[in-house]
């Protein structure tokens, strides 16, 4: 779900960012952060003052603002700053090697940080390492592959939710019926793909479904003339899982409209019908939650329908 692309931040960094370099230096805050972090075990729903005891800290592979799966792993830990929990996010792990990123870890736990979610396949093994390393403390990862008694793992694209959502929108939306699907890597969100010409022809079965690898998430010259080949057989609805290079791409042709991949690129792209999303903070408070009462359990953990996780985002305008 992770992409490979990165994109120039604007502006000031929002409350709850912290970077790679600032996660390396910025001991008091650790303190101010942690402080609390291990005093909450009551069960029962956690009050306000047991959001803000256990605290977090959120990995993500690259940038805030990537329009992909960092950006909707970096807008959960926003939900949750709201909802009055504790929790910050290092953002760029990716840049990083797996023994700093286990000194980064070690900082975090030494300020009394005990709850930690990664987010991406790609930095799996170096949850697993910390995870021994610190048997007393809770991991999660957000579609990873970890193991351990105080890991849980929770899979996105198990149930490939966010196709058959994709999908419905294309056979509603589309007046060609020929509907497109650029994707990134076939290995990662093979079965998005193939759930999503499955709901377009549940929905039209006459309909023309074009699906396109670029098969490397940076490709963004790829994903751009993928777009326009599909444009050029008739599809007037095209699903960006590969990059926002797929909504650009769409834009400079009046008849075409996109499906965002993973948050709302509606904010950026007028020509987005609708967008795909995820709400991480979902999965986030389930954790916490969990593990603050002394409820964790680790394992797999299958995101389901009911979970509510997937969703359909319509633009605002």
Not at 24 to 40: C, D, P, Q
Not at 100 to 105: P, R
Not at 213 to 242: C, F, M, P
Request: charged content about 20%; glycine content about 8%; aromatic content about 8%.
């Amino acid at each position: 779900m992770s992409i490979d692309y990165r994109t120039r931040k604007h502006g000031q960094p929002t409350p709850c960012q912290l970077s790679r370099r600032r996660a390396m230096r910025a001991s008091a805050g650790l303190a101010m952060l942690g402080a609390l972090a291990a005093r909450t075990h009551a069960a029962g729903p956690l009050g306000p003052a047991a959001k803000a005891a256990f605290a977090v800290v959120l990995f993500i592979p690259y940038d805030v603002d990537d329009l992909s799966f960092s950006e909707a792993a970096y807008r959960g830990c926003l939900a949750l700053q709201r909802d009055g929990y504790r929790i910050d996010v290092v953002s760029n792990a990716d840049q990083m090697n797996q023994k700093q990123m286990l000194a980064s870890i070690d900082r975090y736990h030494a300020a009394g940080v005990r709850g930690f979610i990664l987010a991406g396949a790609e930095l799996s093994a170096a949850t697993a390492a910390a995870a021994a390393r610190y048997p007393r403390a809770f991991f999660a990862t957000v579609s990873g592959t970890a193991r351990g008694p105080n890991i849980v793992d929770y899979c996105l694209d198990c149930r490939p939710l966010g196709g058959a959502l994709a999908g419905a929108v294309a056979a509603r939306e589309s007046k060609t019926k020929i509907v497109g699907f650029v994707g990134g890597v076939e290995a990662v969100d093979g079965g998005e793909a193939n759930r999503f010409r499955q709901a377009v022809l549940d929905a039209q079965p006459g309909a023309t479904v074009l699906i396109d690898w670029t098969g490397d998430w940076s490709a963004r010259k790829l994903a751009a003339q993928l777009t326009e080949r599909q444009i050029r057989l008739g599809a007037d609805i095209v699903v960006a899982d590969a990059n926002d290079a797929v909504i650009a791409a769409a834009s400079t042709h009046r008849q075409v409209r996109a499906i965002g991949w993973m948050v709302d690129a509606s904010r950026r792209y007028r020509n987005v019908v609708a967008s795909v999303v995820v709400d991480t903070g979902v999965i986030y408070r389930r954790f916490v939650d969990a593990a603050a009462a002394g409820r964790f359990a680790g394992g797999d953990y299958v995101v389901t329908e009911s979970d509510n996780v997937w969703q359909i985002v319509w633009p605002r305008r």
